[in-house]
Structures are given as structure tokens and as C-alpha cells.
């Protein structure tokens, strides 16, 4: 009994350190995306050229999934016949933030980092597009990847702020104090109720905290470090020529994501 008292103490001890660093609501999030950015990728994703890149992409991913190679010509015919469609609005996607899983003061728990919206086939594919700010200031896509959750969990923000933990492809709900979990990653993390800001920086914290960019972790070739952004697609040889990755991704200890298949050049 007085070990089980003494573990509960030591841990209450270390969430109350954690939470003095770091603010128990929502911070505005780093680099939030104005309404008038969304609005200006909206109208950047919904061009010609957009559909007809959604059409090739779905055609390979066909290749792909039956394990053919993916290079070659789209014919106009079978890009035709995917009859692509964007789905849904464009939303911010939040990442954890490494500041949070330090324990810096008044932290976010995560920050920006692009925007998404979905898309589907006639075919009943799905995908989402992200996209990012070039060197003119204007937003275009960066990649398309073979899933719809980075347009589909974001949406789901209403009044609280959705984020992934991408290191175990986890989404989450931030609403108050309170983190909750919205895919079964995120339930095997937090549990069905979630847990507090606090609770939730105290478990990231020991994940990562000693896994961050320039740590001896990383140093001693351990997988990298941190990673401040969602992972990138795990590519077969045969299209890893063609993949559109997003600018700016860190190396890290994310886990790719065999689900997502990477875009090819048309």
C-alpha cells in the first residue's frame, strides 16, 4: 500500500510540474490560418487543373493497390471515368507541438501545420489534398494522400480544436481541459473518456520529450528525433520517383503510414 501511495504522489507531483509550464486551455495555435487564407485555398484547390490531377492519381492508385507498377500515361478515358469530386470544406491541420511535449511555458498543445480538404472518386476512392504556402504567398497543393482523415477529423473541430499526435496516427479533440480521443489510435492512447491537458502533456511528455531534435536519442541515430509534422507516405519502389511530398516534413520518429500512397507526377 505505501508503494502504490507513493507512485500516486509522484505522479500527481509530475503532472502539477508539467501543468505550471503550460496553460490548461486552448492556446491559439502558431500560424493559425486567417479566414481569408482559407478562403484563398479554397478557391486555389477548385481548378481544372486540380480534377484532372485527382484523376491520374486515382488511376495509379488502382495500379498501386493491385501491385502494378504506377509510371506510365493515364489514358483520358480511364482519368474520365474517375470523375473526381472535392468533398467538404478546406480545414487547418494541427500538429503536436514539441514546445508542449517539453513543458514550455503557456505551450500549445499543438501548431499548424497546412491545410486539407478531401476529395472522392466516382469509383468511391478517397483522398485528401494538402496545401501549403509557396514563396509568392499563394496557397497550392503539396500532396495528395490515399486517405480521407486529414479533411474528415479536422472538420470535426466545432467550438474545441482537433490535432494529431502523428508519431501513432492519432487524432484528438481538445475541448477545454479536456483531450478526447476520435479514432481507435487515439482511444488506445487516452482511453474512451480522454484525459486532462495535463494528464495528456504528462503521457507525451514521457514519449517524446527525450526523443526531440538534437537530443542523444536522436544523436546516437535513433530514428531521428521529434517530428513537428504529420508523417509522410510510405512509398512503393516503383512510384517513390513520382511522390509529391510535402515541403518542409523534419525527420522524426513518425511512423509511416502504409495506408497512404504519395502522388504521381503526371
Not at 499548424?112 to 499563394?138: D, H, I, M, P, V
Not at 497543393?141 to 499526435?165: C, H, K, L, M, R
Not at 517524446?208 to 535513433?222: L, M, P, T, V
Amino acid at each position: 500500500m505505501k508503494r502504490s501511495f507513493l507512485g500516486g504522489c509522484l505522479l500527481a507531483a509530475a503532472l502539477t510540474v508539467l501543468s505550471c509550464g503550460t496553460a490548461m486551455a486552448a492556446a491559439p495555435p502558431p500560424g493559425a490560418p486567417s479566414a481569408a487564407d482559407i478562403s484563398a485555398a479554397g478557391a486555389s484547390v477548385a481548378q481544372p487543373a486540380t480534377y484532372d490531377r485527382l484523376a491520374r492519381f486515382f488511376v495509379r492508385l488502382d495500379r498501386h493497390q493491385a501491385g502494378r507498377f504506377t509510371s506510365g500515361e493515364v489514358s483520358e478515358s480511364a482519368a474520365a471515368a474517375k470523375a473526381p469530386q472535392l468533398t467538404g470544406s478546406v480545414h487547418p491541420v494541427y500538429s503536436l507541438s514539441p514546445e508542449f511535449v517539453r513543458g514550455d511555458a503557456n505551450a500549445p498543445v499543438a501548431s499548424f501545420a497546412y491545410l486539407a480538404t478531401g476529395a472522392r472518386s466516382a469509383t468511391g476512392q478517397q483522398a485528401s489534398l494538402w496545401l501549403e504556402k509557396n514563396a509568392r504567398g499563394a496557397w497550392e497543393i503539396v500532396n495528395i494522400v490515399s486517405s480521407p482523415y486529414d479533411a474528415t477529423y479536422p472538420a470535426q473541430a466545432g467550438t474545441g480544436q482537433v490535432f494529431t499526435e502523428p508519431q501513432i496516427h492519432a487524432w484528438y479533440r481538445l475541448a477545454g481541459d479536456r483531450v478526447t480521443p476520435l479514432n481507435p489510435e487515439a482511444t488506445a492512447s487516452v482511453g474512451a473518456a480522454g484525459l486532462s491537458l495535463a494528464e495528456y502533456q504528462a503521457l507525451v511528455h514521457g514519449r517524446y520529450a527525450d526523443k526531440q531534435a538534437g537530443s542523444a536519442y536522436q544523436q546516437e541515430g535513433k530514428l531521428g528525433g521529434f517530428s513537428t509534422t504529420p508523417d509522410t507516405p510510405s512509398p512503393a519502389p516503383a512510384i517513390l520517383a513520382g511522390a509529391l511530398l510535402a515541403a518542409g516534413l523534419t525527420a522524426g520518429i513518425a511512423i509511416t503510414r502504409n495506408r497512404r500512397t504519395p502522388e504521381e507526377s503526371a
